[in-house]
């Protein structure tokens, strides 16, 4: 159709017709970018929390170690302040 021609009923039948499969077509084009962006973040929020878990199950374990370690010296210390006041000498029972 030219410029300066009349458009027809069928001519703009037509003309809404592809209209609408350019339309449906870029609603397609949207809704997958948009799934791919929001696969994409959760991917990183998943890989962010995941990494942050790891750092602090390493931080619980220094605490646990720690724990048991102050633990041991308390016992010890406990052992040794007990000695003391029932005057007995170290190792005897």
Do not use: C, W
Not at 18 to 30: N, V
């Amino acid at each position: 159709m030219k410029d300066d021609e009349i458009a027809t009923k069928q001519d703009l039948k037509e003309l809404q017709t592809r209209l609408s499969k350019d339309l449906i077509e870029m609603e397609t084009r949207i809704v997958d970018r948009l799934t791919e962006l929001t696969r994409d973040v959760e991917t990183r929020l998943l890989t962010a929390f995941h990494g942050y878990g790891k750092g602090q199950a390493a931080r619980m374990h220094v605490l646990e170690v720690s724990d048991t370690a102050t633990a041991q010296r308390l016992a010890a210390l406990e052992e040794r302040v007990l000695n003391l006041e029932t005057h007995r000498g170290p190792g005897s029972h």
